[in-house]
């Protein structure tokens, strides 16, 4: 038990970090995953097709080949481009744009299917009263798709907060290393690879509860809209 006191500030500075990369990796996945779901209901073959190629090859490969490919691939592209002066792709920039990628186009066909459940004829009569395509959006669509949702979502960024780990392999300080770091030290890896485990537990669970929350929430207020 002493170990895991002696390190618990080492292992709490990784969560945050941990909790860092998941939060921001959600941000920009709902941003593109929203944008690829309304190029793929897009009437325009230009603009749907290729969203549709994207996410589909996104989501046919492992997240850990994306994260090796952009960490060293990316580093590679920038020192051709840029010579000696060229950045380097940090551990979690890295993470974030694999992450965030792979979030963005598993969170599109969520957000698809989602645009879909909402009643053409809604939309038309909002229309019809004199709403605008935003109004439509804002008081009509936008309710009733996060409803459809988030359920979804809420699985997405349960997975996203557990790949996180992924990205130690490329030296991030997140939980993981650390936990790796005390158990190398102390040379006792059960110890901490089991606290480790108790630390994305804990985060599953209030997850859980935050989302059963928000759905109660987005259910009540569609049924008060109607």
Do not use: H
Not at 15 to 21: C, E, P, R, V
């Amino acid at each position: 038990m002493q170990p895991v006191i002696d390190y618990l500030p080492l292992l709490l500075q990784g969560l945050a970090t941990t909790l860092k990369l998941a939060v921001s990796t959600v941000i920009v996945g709902l941003i593109l995953g929203l944008l690829l779901a309304l190029a793929k209901l897009s009437p325009r073959a230009w603009l749907s097709r290729p969203a549709f190629w994207v996410t589909n090859f996104l989501r046919g490969i492992p997240e850990f080949l994306v994260l090796l490919v952009i960490y060293f691939g990316g580093t590679q592209v920038l020192g051709q481009v840029f010579g000696d002066k060229a950045p380097n792709v940090s551990p979690f920039l890295a993470g974030l744009i694999a992450l965030g990628v792979i979030f963005g186009a598993y969170a599109s066909e969520t957000f698809r299917a989602a645009f879909q459940s909402v009643p053409r004829g809604q939309i038309e009569a909002g229309r019809a009263y004199g709403f605008s395509a935003w109004q439509c959006f804002r008081y009509i669509q936008m309710p009733q798709i996060w409803r459809v949702a988030i359920p979804g979502l809420g699985n997405l960024w349960q997975g996203s907060v557990k790949d996180t780990a992924l990205v130690s392999v490329v030296g991030l300080d997140d939980v993981m290393r650390k936990a790796q770091q005390a158990a190398q030290t102390t040379r006792e890896p059960f110890t901490f690879y089991l606290v480790a485990s108790l630390m994305f537990l804990i985060i599953t669970l209030i997850s859980m509860w935050l989302i059963a929350k928000a759905e109660k929430r987005a259910s009540r207020g569609v049924a008060g809209a109607r």
